[in-house]
């Protein structure tokens, strides 16, 4: 069973959106301002594929019981430079996720195994996007670094760093101040992960397919 531990990074979105919003600024209709900044607390999912590890596992321990799923949340400053009915912005986004995935073998002969994952991104993201009034669809593409901590019931803990790759798209509603986030995309960050003598490292991926929704504050 996968279970979810979110909730320090819970309290910090909700400092965060506390200091935005009491901070103020200028009246909602900020449409047409030279620059724009949102602060967006945002959730949803992540799946990677393509995991060398998992496979190892499964193939030592059994079956992972349910899916390869994370839940990140995270926080994310955008400043958006807008020219006409278009522009540039740049994103700075900080999320975490934690999960426990549980190896059984249906046959009880292999050994069980429970890993638990915890990883923390920081990501840079350049996007461009098109304005509609309060519509705002954008895609981009950036980098960013991932800090793991992988730790297998009978093996210990490893921690390495781990260069992120992004790719994202989707769009903001604008209803005054408030704005609503809605983003597809994908990431790809692996790590190499030390095996048994006599087999080569396997992969580890931490990025995959994601989708996330948020809500965000002008400023």
């Known amino acids: 069973m996968v279970t979810r531990r979110t909730g320090t990074l819970a309290l910090l979105a909700a400092l965060a959106l506390g200091a935005a919003l009491a901070a103020g600024g200028p009246r909602p209709a900020r449409a047409q301002a030279d620059t724009l900044y949102f602060v967006t607390v945002k959730g949803g999912f992540q799946e990677p594929s393509g995991d060398e590890q998992f496979d190892l596992l499964e193939r030592d321990h059994g079956p992972l019981e349910g899916d390869r799923r994370v839940a990140p949340l995270g926080i994310e400053l955008d400043m958006y430079s807008v020219r006409n009915r278009a522009g540039l912005a740049l994103g700075i986004e900080v999320h ?4 426990t995935f549980r190896f059984r073998d249906p046959a009880a002969v292999l050994p ?3 890993v638990n ?3 923390q991104g920081v990501l840079f993201t350049f996007k461009t996007f098109l304005r509609a009034g309060s519509f705002f669809p954008f895609v981009g593409a950036g980098l960013g670094n991932y800090y ?3 730790r297998e019931l009978s093996s210990g803990r490893f921690i390495q760093e781990s260069v992120e790759h992004t790719a994202r798209a989707g769009f903001r509603f604008l209803l005054g101040r408030l704005g609503l986030l809605a983003e597809p995309g994908v990431t790809h960050a692996p ?3 030390e ?3 006599g087999e080569p490292p396997a992969t580890l991926e931490l990025g995959g397919r994601y989708a996330s929704a948020g809500l965000s504050w002008t400023f």
């Open 148 to 150: 793991v901590k992988y």
């Open 117 to 119: 994952l915890w990883g």
């Open 96 to 99: 975490r996720w934690e999960e």
């Open 112 to 114: 069980p195994e429970d």
């Open 195 to 197: 095996t048994v003598a």
């Open 191 to 193: 790590v190499e992960l």
